[in-house]
């Protein structure tokens, strides 16, 4: 079976998937069954994780079939250690989401559970998968999925956000199916991703591939100003939909960075760092200023996360005479794992709030505290984290980035080290707004607490917050060989 983890961690959820899609008269067996799916395949995740060798910079637990031979394309997969903490991350997020919907999706209940189960294993596939064409049709696959999540559970935009989001992810994507195309040819007929490694390339085919992948990723990540779509699905999406897309979606335009831009093009990327330094920043200062000014609770934490994921792209790019920063790269995607912790329960605390109220307002809040103390106290260790509090996942990886950059570009430093200031004050702010002072809403006056499955849901996001935190080392020390693999791959020059 150890040969097999990561096809069981892909094909799992998505059988699952489909057999809870059959399940659509009864509505309890259906949520049951999907649970079990996304429990099972979050199982075989850990076993990944545990089974992982972190002093090993090869590719682990691989899997080579031939797919379509006459193109000498392959079902690849494998796992280093910057892609498998995120197919962890990707499998425990799905448990959380599936338990969230149990009461709250009331129509279409198979149709909902099978289309989060299927988008997890084609996102785990994205993370693990060594050949370009299986990435590729992973990766678009995805979007299927969250396409009808937005669209058939969302709100009243909710069509509009959806066409938005897939048209903005597909015309990047096809740019990044063009490089790929150009990457077969060059490579005499190859898709294997670390074989393009090697591949010498002229700067300005670098730049041109730069540009493909860039625009792909870019818009996943989001950066600014491929972002606006972000704003839009966040507010449209069901609390499920909007805990997936920022714990997860987000997380893949960073991890292409990492495994396709970085290694293939390096010396592209050397010429461009110091514009993507400029756009991260940019990410970082002015989306967290358009945060301050949002009056509605989901927008705010999703300009929130676009600034947060510029810490992200700003440690991609760090270099120092023509190397990169280990902290800075090690900074983002711890950043990009406690993201995916802290965003996640930030959507369901909102969630919880909008399932008794029925708005998103800032304004039409008041004195939940007084109302639901247990819900406050748990809100708050999320909004400290989302402020970057130390003891908490959101200070490490933010932390390990200006540490890098304090090396590399002190200016960078002081402009995201101040930022974090701007991000702990729209945060408090909405917190103090939205918990404290006196009920003065009739629908406030009537909200309980809350239930054993929501405190369940949250008690679990606050240990991982806490255990991040406390102990980021669990997932630095597995990733670190790897990352020093890709800083030496990035460090050579490919002309």
């Not at 079939?65 to 425990?92: A, K, R």
């Not at 096809?174 to 991703?193: P, Q, T």
């Not at 995607?333 to 995916?340: A, D, E, R």
């Amino acid at each position: 079976m150890m040969n097999y983890l990561l096809s069981l961690t892909i094909w799992t959820p998505i059988v699952f998937g489909l057999i809870t899609l059959l399940i659509n008269k009864n509505d309890c067996l259906a949520r049951y069954f999907a649970l079990l799916g996304s429990i099972i395949a979050f199982l075989f995740s850990l076993l990944i994780f545990f089974g992982f060798d972190s002093s090993a910079t090869s590719m682990q637990f691989q899997e080579m079939w031939p797919w379509v031979g006459s193109l000498n394309i392959n079902y690849h997969l494998g796992v280093d250690g910057i892609s498998m903490p995120f197919v962890v991350l990707n499998n425990f997020i799905t448990v959380l989401v599936i338990l969230a919907g149990f009461k709250v999706i009331k129509h279409k209940v198979s149709l909902y559970n099978s289309m989060f189960l299927m988008m997890t294993g084609f996102i785990s596939g994205s993370f693990c998968a060594l050949d370009a064409i299986l990435f590729y049709v992973f990766f678009e696959a995805m979007l299927i999925p969250m396409y009808l999540i937005i669209g058939v559970w969302g709100s009243s935009n909710r069509v509009y956000a959806a066409i938005k989001f897939f048209l903005y992810t597909l015309i990047g994507s096809l740019l990044m199916l063009v490089a790929l195309i150009y990457l077969y040819f060059k490579s005499n007929g190859n898709f294997e991703i670390l074989s393009y490694y090697k591949l010498p390339l002229s700067i300005t085919a670098q730049t041109l591939i730069f540009i493909a992948f860039f625009m792909s990723f870019a818009v996943k990540v989001p950066m600014w100003p491929l972002h606006t779509w972000l704003p839009d699905a966040h507010p449209e999406a069901p609390t499920g939909g909007s805990m997936v897309l920022a714990a997860i979606t987000l997380k893949i335009g960073g991890y292409g960075f990492l495994r396709f831009i970085l290694p293939i093009v390096p010396d592209a990327s050397r010429e461009l760092a110091g514009l993507m330094v400029v756009l991260s920043l940019i990410a970082i200062v002015y989306i967290g200023l358009v945060a301050v000014v949002q009056k509605d609770m989901k927008k705010l934490v999703a300009y929130s996360s676009i600034s947060h994921m510029g810490f992200v792209t700003l440690g991609c790019f760090l270099f120092a005479n023509g190397t990169l920063n280990t902290w800075a790269v090690e900074g983002a995607i711890t950043q990009m794992i406690s993201h995916g912790f802290v965003s996640a329960a930030m959507f369901f605390c909102i969630g919880v709030m909008y399932d008794r109220v029925h708005s998103r307002n800032i304004a039409d809040y008041g004195g939940v505290v007084n109302k639901m103390p247990v819900f406050a106290a748990f809100f708050m260790l999320f909004a400290m984290a989302n402020s970057g509090l130390p003891g908490t996942s959101g200070f490490a990886g933010e932390f390990m980035v200006i540490m890098g950059a304090v090396e590399t570009n002190f200016v960078a430093a002081i402009l995201a080290g101040l930022t974090l200031i701007l991000g702990a004050g729209y945060t408090l702010w909405m917190y103090k707004r939205v918990v404290f002072g006196d009920v003065v809403n009739s629908h406030v006056a009537e909200m309980d607490d809350v239930s054993k499955r929501e405190f369940l849901i949250l008690a679990i996001l606050a240990i991982a917050v806490i255990v991040m935190g406390v102990c980021p080392n669990i997932f630095v020390a597995k990733m670190h060989a790897s990352v020093e693999q890709l800083l030496t791959q990035v460090t050579l020059s490919k002309i």
